[in-house]
């Protein structure tokens, strides 16, 4: 049932993830990768495209609309003002890696557009971020299922319970950052 369910919506909820987020979505599909319900090289490429197509759009929101979109809630619009700050420093580097800051996936991307930071120029650096970021998480995801086995002994007993606990662990950061941006 989990194998076929993975084998039919595993990639396509992988990239939304990553479309939209991404973490830890990437971290359980690696693991799911160790276990054979996925082949890590689509995992990966899967990733990136969620990822760079994800932030294009972000990006390109921010460049033609990113005032409004930062002012419609105030922790972005704090995030941006600080990312703009940084940005205006060493753009190039923090176009390839925003996304592995914790917390500010969606409001980098948003915050270079409204930088002026150039289009094409986005591009090769984001897709090139994004490239680095889906194989490094996508590697380090399917070695930790590794290790776990090398602990644990035949991971296959325990799937349920990583699993769970990977899904558990996902939600608590969805939930804690929900709870803080209903805060600010």
């Known amino acids: 049932m989990l194998q076929g369910f993975l084998e039919n919506f595993g990639y396509v909820a992988l990239f939304l993830g990553t479309f939209f987020e991404g973490e830890t979505i990437l971290v359980l599909a690696g693991f799911l990768a160790f276990q054979g319900y996925l082949r890590l090289d689509l995992v990966i490429a899967t990733a990136f495209f969620g ?104 991971v296959k007993r325990y799937e349920f319970i990583v699993l769970g606990a990977l899904v558990v662990l996902g939600v608590l950061f969805w939930l804690r950052r929900y709870y803080r941006n209903r805060r600010t």
């Not at 003002?81 to 948003?110: C, K, N, S």
Request: net charge positive.
């Open 51 to 154: 990822a760079c197509a994800g932030d294009q759009l972000w990006y390109m929101l921010g460049r033609h609309h990113g005032r409004r979109v930062l002012a419609r809630k105030p922790r972005w619009e704090a995030l941006g003002e600080r990312a703009l700050r940084l940005i205006r420093r060493h753009p190039d580097l923090w176009v390839l890696g925003f996304r592995f800051i914790y917390g500010v996936r969606t409001v980098m991307p948003v915050a270079i557009g409204v930088s002026g930071y150039p289009p094409g120029r986005f591009l090769v650096f984001n897709c090139l971020g994004a490239g680095i970021w889906a194989t490094v998480l996508g590697l380090a995801a399917y070695h930790f299922g590794n290790l776990l086995e090398t602990l644990l002994g035949h």
